[in-house]
């Protein structure tokens, strides 16, 4: 991936995710939170001017941790970018966003994983908000991505398939994986976690198709 370009590429959930997300926490007022797979840490800086809460991130892609950490420094806000998982993280957040990350494991085992860290990483009654592309429209043309995914495959997990993320004008291509919606949501029953809520983003004005889908959940 283009790691430089998808951060320039006009993704829209700026517009249509972010303002429930910000919303939902507002109201949930955590003191630790975990932006976990930060990419330039503009939504971890988004938190960081909202909430009297002590914020951190993490992002594992090098080119993007140091972006995230040019932002961090020049922009107003307060967030700790972290170099990687540690003991340290167990039990020790009240609220971690997963915004955009879990298409790109590329297995199930890499799922289960990352999922467990996270699920482990939650103190008691701690929410974990994932944000997902929809994948019962992967075939569909939204507004900041389309994808050359085969609908006909959508019962195969694992499916690599390549999304072209931006305005027609100015796209990024990259490589994610698809899992259906039950398997998403029985990776996390695996790892350990509890469904609470689910959100689908219209990706426009009434009437469109959801874009992207944010599951919350809470350590079983």
Known sequence: MDA???????????????????????????????????????????????????????????????????????????VTLLDGPSPAWTGAYNAIFLQGVWMCWATRAECLDTLRLLARSLAPGGLLLASITHPCFRDRRFATYRTDFDQARYLDNGTPFTVFVGRPDSETPIVDTHWTLADTLNQALEAGLQLVTVKEHADGPPGSLPSWLTLVFRPA
């Open 4 to 78: 430089l370009g998808y951060i320039d590429c006009g993704d829209n959930r700026d517009e249509i995710v972010f303002p429930w997300l910000r919303e939902l926490i507002t109201a949930q007022k955590p003191a630790t939170v975990l932006d976990f797979g930060c990419g330039d840490a503009r939504f971890a800086l988004q938190l960081s001017r909202l909430l009297p809460a002590r914020i951190s991130a993490y992002e594992r892609d090098p080119h993007m941790r140091e972006q995230a950490r040019a932002r961090i420094a020049t922009e107003a806000g307060s």
